[in-house]
């Protein structure tokens, strides 16, 4: 299958500082991705070498079989940006219908645009009435124009509020089911993590760490946390079978490594009644995350 974007060993300096230093990547058609990093991680600037916004030192970059900025590339690749700023005396549907006569586009699917991302019922509103989180609706909108084969997003959920959220997250995997590949960068973690298909980590211009959740919680080999709640009068049992347990409000807490998990699981099921309930809590896509920035020193 060829690979929407693929990029490898890029480095781009700036005044002697190094934004980026031997990054490799690659993107296949539909997957979702998700680029995670500190503020100066270097996600800006691979973003806008990705749109041939600026030329890398070295390396290589194909986005959609083309160099990037090239024509063919550009009429397949959309970017929404953080702040999406329109003109407030334009209404969501002219600024639309703008944007599709600029691509050569039927501007008659503009209203039909503006409702896919739920717009629709302020089309003819001038965009200065509109919210932050409309105004990034209109952006979205905007860079679903012409269905392009690679969106690149950044922070895009920015003043959307949690059912916009939602919404827009459905919408990016309808897109992904159509064969779009997107590349998502998000400081909300939380949101990335159940609807992103791999992760990417930057930190101080380097990717530290790229693959599944899954794939990544084996690599930082965090401990699970496990939570249990014994039956009244059960606890000091429960403490006897599990060492290193501590008492924590109502339940007893414990950590174990990933290559513990099963077999004290299997203790604490060998309790049986005496155990009223168990929570199992692996590490969040945060502990992670902050796991592959402190190891690179950041």
């Known amino acids: 299958m060829t690979s ?52 890398p030192d070295s390396g290589q970059v194909s986005v959609c079989g083309a160099a990037p900025g090239h024509a063919s590339a550009r009429a397949k690749v959309a970017y929404l940006p953080e702040n999406a700023t329109f003109h407030s005396a334009l209404t969501g549907l002219e600024q639309i219908t703008y944007y599709m006569r600029l691509r050569g586009e039927d501007t008659s699917g503009a209203m039909e645009l503006l409702d896919r991302v739920g717009l629709g019922f302020a089309a003819r509103r001038r965009i200065g009435t509109y919210s932050k989180g409309m105004r990034q609706r209109v952006g979205l909108a905007q860079a679903l124009i012409g269905r392009p084969s690679l969106l690149v997003l950044d922070e895009p959920t920015s003043g959307l509020d949690p059912v916009s959220r939602r919404d827009f997250y459905e919408l990016l995997d309808g897109l992904a089911a159509d064969g779009a590949s997107i590349l998502l960068s998000s400081h909300a973690l939380t949101e990335v993590e159940a609807r992103t298909d791999r992760l990417l980590i930057l930190s101080g211009g380097k990717m530290v760490a790229q693959g599944t959740l899954s794939d990544l919680r084996r690599e930082a080999a965090l401990p699970v946390a496990l939570h249990v709640t014994a039956h009244n009068g059960h606890d000091s049992d429960i403490l006897a079978a599990l060492p290193g347990a501590i008492r924590v409000h109502d339940a007893l807490h414990l950590n174990c490594s990933q290559e513990d998990k099963l077999a004290t699981l299997g203790r604490i099921t060998a309790l049986g009644g005496k155990v009223a309930d168990l929570e199992v809590i692996p590490p969040s896509l945060e502990d992670i995350y902050s796991h592959f920035s402190r190891r690179d020193g950041q």
């Open 4 to 55: 929407t974007l693929t990029i490898s060993q890029l480095t781009k300096t700036f005044g002697g500082t190094r934004a980026l230093s031997d990054v490799s990547l690659g993107l296949a058609p539909g997957e979702r991705v998700a680029l995670l990093g500190h503020n100066g991680a270097g996600k800006s600037t691979l973003m806008k070498i990705i749109l041939g916004l600026i030329a």
